[in-house]
């Protein structure tokens, strides 16, 4: 069994444990076998000192429900080899909020073009900074800050 | 071997791609042997805009997330708001969600019926979808005063009471839609073209489907009955009598037979809503229109609810202020379509088209 650091239950009735990040894939692993068979979704929050990594596990067979969190400093484990699903939800999540998954086949930008500077559900990204993309010629996205580089 | 592989780029300006999607797919002859879906062309980051506004503010942007069944968008929204807030919704409001509900998932199907025959090369379908449609969508007009993006659903109930002219026309609707249906049906199932291009292609296995968190009326043509209506029941499902279609098969035309069975068993539920419907509020007076910016919460929720695409839902953190601190969609769409590339392998390129559109993907609820 792997340890859990605290737990709760959110305002819908779903049982939430916090884990330490170091034991974050062998609990995930545990609770595979235990019949949650579905990874529903990956969210990064971003609290400012510190980052959040949240996953909402489903079980298909009892109906089950499980929340589970992890507090991190920019690397968490990948979760691609319990979850197949877990390769978008973990790159968007790359993408946007800036988490890196250690073991992740692919970590490249999911929603935005390569080369984007910063990661817009970060609570400090610069909202007045327009960037511009355009589609080079190998069909590699390119970003600019210049207006005429890009749409 | 591997330079007679040929890569040849699918979308993003396709129109059986259903929105802007783009694959990348690897070729040898006729078969595929990799693909790769590039995702992100509509990509407005909603979750950001929604976190920058007050909680009535946010409905919007939920509804622009599945903008052909925006009603099921916002029903994920106002259950999940509500749990976080503690609001109590009066009864008559929940069944006259449950019954709007009930006919977007109509309408949504019924694009996607249009739009599935279309890529199999039938013209005649579509119309006949769209003319059905259409009646739904006068309905939705003269309840919420829309066609399209609703804005109907508010913390706390609805915006207007059902008319008795509205009930009068959902009657007339559901009286005669079966019948309607079962034209369009023979459509499908009595050509033998449209029959040989689907059976046996784009299978999904059921341990794939679990595996990428595929869920809706995918998960159920890959033979599991989970349908959160009747397995997690929210509003007043358990109260109601339907049936949740199985099939086994996991390929297009199961698919096709899934949502073609749901449709029916929609109507049924609106036929037993209609029957139901208790007098009362249609809104909790305690939260009329001026009061919903003033809303806090503290903590968090996810309330899952079965939208026509699958497991919709919206994980909210509040902290303490007017806004939420994080507004995470989750969109059965985005889930569904990462299992592209299992569904493609080992298929012939021609059944690329029906593989994609089977998936019913909305794009502006899988770039959000």
Redo the contacts between chains.
Sequence with gaps: MIPIESEGT???G?R?VYVAKENILAFMKERKDEGF?????I?G?DYKDHLEV?Y?L?S?TN?NRL?VKTKTDEEVDSMTGL???A??HERETWD?VGIKFKGHPNLK?????EGWVGH??RKD?PLDKKQFVNLGED?EDRVSFDPREGY | MEDKLIEVNFGPQHPSTHGVLRIKVRLDGEYIVDAYPVIGYLHRNAEKLAEMGYYPKAMIYVDRLDYVASLNGELGYVLSAEKLMDIQVPERAQWIRMMLVELNRVASHLIWFGTHGLDMGMLTPFFYCFRERERILRIFDEVTGSRLLYNYFAIGGVYSDVTPKAIEMIREFTGNFVTKLEEIEGIFKKNYIYVKRTTGVGKLSLEDALSYGVTGPMLRASGKSWDLRKNQPYLFYKDINFDVPTRPEGDVYARFLVRLEEMKQSIKIVEQILTKLPEGDFYNKKYAKPMLIRLKANGESYVPTESPKGEFGIYLVGDGSTMPYRFRIRSPSFANLSATPVMLKGYKIADLTATVSSMDPVFGEVDR
Excluded: C, E, F, Q
Excluded at chain 1, 37 to 41: G, I, N, P, S, Y
Excluded at chain 1, 109 to 113: D, I
């Design positions: 959110s305002k819908d779903t939430t068979d579905v990874l529903l979704m969210t929050i949240v909402h489903l298909t109906g929340v979850w197949a699903g390769n978008w946007l930008r999911l929603l935005l073009a817009p559900l990204y069909g």
